[in-house]
T-cell receptor, first 118, second 115 residues
Framework: AQKVTQAQTEISVVEKEDVTLDCVYE???????LFWYKQPPSGELVFLIR??????QNEISGRYSWNFQKSTSSFNFTITASQVVDSAVYFC???????????????FGQGTILTVHP | EPEVTQTPSHQVTQMGQEVILRCVPI?????FYWYRQILGQKVEFLVS????????KSEIFDDQFSVERPDGSNFTLKIRSTKLEDSAMYFC?????????????FGDGTRLSIL
């Protein structure tokens, strides 16, 4: 069975601070995908990034960066110079490839509520 | 950019009544999903649908639930006899059949309130 843990329930920062959201996952599958989704106050789920288990290259996209470390089963997400519009719930999610096929079920973490104050 | 659309945005139903939630996935996507999110909690997988049949379902998806793709565009979730604990936000998602696990694209959700 798969499990995703986001230990930080809520984080509160002041605008322009950097913030890192932690995600730890568990799976016995060797091929899997990790995702981050953002859920703003309006409620929709917005896809941010996907990483597969063979791609440990970390990425920077504008103010966002991701740190994938297979050795510690972590897939952390950093927002640099946070803005009020970044306030949302952020979900980490895991999907496995079982036996070479997958229907793509996502297992979500509990989510981290990020509040950025002006 | 193509998107997943869900209707209605909010559904209020009496306990015991049947409810149908509707979704129009992105047109070239072949994998379809329903998830639910009880207020303040995490998003939970309900069911996946591929090639006109259920490919996987969770323990939540019991006999009271069913899904259907009645035509080439709609994907519906039916709850036969609603219970108070079915109150939640229900999300439909779809994904491209491309290589690897393409990201799922979610609709804006239907908020289901059972009275």
């Amino acid at each position: 069975a798969q499990k995703v843990t986001q230990a930080q329930t809520e984080i509160s920062v002041v605008e322009k601070e950097d913030v890192t959201l932690d995600c730890v996952y568990e799976t016995r599958d060797t091929t899997y995908y990790l995702f981050w989704y953002k859920q703003p106050p309006s409620g929709e789920l917005v896809f941010l990034i996907r990483r597969n288990s063979f791609d440990e290259q970390n990425e920077i996209s504008g103010r966002y960066s991701w740190n994938f470390q297979k050795s510690t089963s972590s897939f952390n997400f950093t927002i640099t110079a946070s803005q009020v519009v970044d306030s949302a719930v952020y979900f980490c999610a895991l999907s496995v490839m079982s036996g070479g096929t997958s229907y793509g079920k996502l297992t979500f973490g509990q989510g981290t509520i990020l509040t950025v104050h002006p | 950019e193509p998107e997943v659309t869900q209707t209605p945005s909010h559904q209020v139903t009496q306990m015991g009544q049947e409810v149908i939630l509707r979704c129009v996935p992105i047109s070239n996507h072949l994998y379809f999903y329903w998830y639910r999110q009880i207020l303040g909690q995490k998003v939970e997988f309900l069911v996946s649908f591929y090639n006109n049949e259920i490919s996987e379902k969770s323990e939540i998806f019991d006999d009271q639930f069913s899904v259907e793709r009645p035509d080439g565009s709609n994907f519906t979730l039916k709850i036969r006899s609603t219970k108070l604990e079915d109150s939640a936000m229900y999300f439909c998602a779809s994904r491209d059949p491309g290589q690897g696990n393409q990201p799922q694209h979610f609709g804006d959700g239907t908020r289901l309130s059972i009275l």
